[in-house]
């Protein structure tokens, strides 16, 4: 299933993609840090998350500026344009009425923006993973030098073969990560932006400051942090809930600062944003074509859909790597597909329950 990708044009002349999928309840995410909506929904880092959203609400998303399908030729890439670009996605997928409103990482600081300047368009705000001060305004000169030397690191090294110096922003995000959830990070590094961008784009993050604004929202809010989070720190997410005005928090068990499919505070995140915004699932059927997997061969799908390697899904299930390969290349003739990101996108597109 293809999705609708489409273009805006900002205020400053700049061009902003976006795009839409799912039913129900409006949901607008503001843009977050490496997204590409070409490859976001094969992305075994990104796809539960889309699929997650576009299972239970009318899911918009969109590359922020500098980023993804959207110019990359960008002269303002400063946080006062987060608010902005966020609020021109708005207008643009013609939202009637109230939405939800996501903000993940530093879109949460576009969000908070958002909300608090126009409560009229928002029903309820979910910040996961967010802040609302970067690393030069929080205090912490140790936490400022280490992300002013990652900063360095990525103009440096960002766009070159090895993928040494992108491994070691991935391992900051997803320390959890199995090795094809780390290569698809690394890759999604590269074809994303230039190192150039991406240090600008991690300079302006360092710079934004919009915690003043955090006891003007009005708007029922839900705040969920992982404990254990290497990019943001739990104090951040802690100020968030203190801060405004009657939100709930929620605290995840986890270090991974994008939650993967398969760890307990992935199903733990989906509980609290359905029981907070009370979203009905939309009718989703499977398609008939998995019935011809056996039990295992679903399970052995599912880790496949989730990122895990054959290794990986040998010890899990308690099998030989040569009993995965051997079940794989039936799934792959069964569905139809020569590739485990084939597999994973037919899964997603036809409905596979898992």
């Known amino acids: 299933m293809a999705q609708s990708v489409h273009f805006l044009k900002t205020s400053d002349g700049i061009r902003l993609a976006w795009t839409r999928g799912g039913g129900g309840t409006p949901l607008l995410k503001a843009a977050n840090w490496l997204s590409h909506l070409n490859y976001d929904h094969e992305s075994p880092v990104w796809r539960h998350w889309v699929g997650f959203f576009e ?13 993804g399908m959207s110019d990359w030729e960008v002269g303002d890439l400063s946080a006062a344009r987060w608010e902005e670009d966020l609020a021109a996605v708005a207008a643009a997928s013609a939202l009637a009425g109230k939405f939800v409103l996501l903000g993940i990482s530093q879109g949460a600081a576009a969000a908070v923006c958002y909300a608090a300047h126009h409560p009229e368009r928002v029903s309820q705000l979910i910040l996961y ?4 001060q970067g690393w030069a305004h929080r205090g912490d000169e140790d936490g400022l030098r280490r992300y002013q030397a990652m900063s360095e690191i990525v103009r440096l090294g960002w766009g070159k073969d090895n993928p040494v110096f992108r491994q070691l922003f991935t391992a900051h995000f ?9 290569n698809w990070f690394n ?6 932006t230039t190192p150039d961008i991406a240090a600008r784009l991690l300079d302006a993050r360092a710079q934004v400051n919009v915690r003043t604004l955090l006891p003007l929202v009005r708007v029922p809010t839900l705040v969920i942090h992982a404990r254990e989070d290497e990019v943001v720190p739990f104090s951040s997410g802690t100020t968030l809930a203190a801060e405004i005005p009657g939100a709930r928090f929620v605290q995840l068990d986890s270090r991974n600062h994008v939650l993967l499919a398969d760890e307990p505070a992935w199903a733990v ?22 019935s011809a997997l056996s039990p295992r061969e679903r399970e052995i799908l599912a880790a496949v859909i989730a990122g895990r390697t054959n290794m990986e899904i040998g010890a899990a299930l308690f099998i030989s790597e040569k009993t995965v390969r051997n079940a794989l290349t039936r799934i792959f003739e069964r569905l139809g597909v020569k590739t485990r ?3 994973a996108v037919l899964a997603r597109d036809r409905k596979f329950s898992g």
Do not use: N, S, W
């Not at 993973?129 to 609302?132: D, L």
């Not at 029981?275 to 998995?290: I, S």
């Open 55 to 67: 299972a239970h609400f009318d899911f918009i998303r969109y590359d922020e500026r500098g980023c």
């Open 187 to 192: 890759d999604l590094c590269r074809r994303t």
């Open 174 to 182: 997803v320390p959890g990560a199995g090795m094809e959830q780390i």
């Open 269 to 290: 995140f989906k509980q609290a944003v359905l029981e907070f915004t009370q979203a009905p699932a939309v009718e989703r059927a499977e398609d008939p074509l998995f």
């Open 341 to 343: 990101t084939q597999a």
């Open 129 to 132: 993973g967010g802040y609302v």
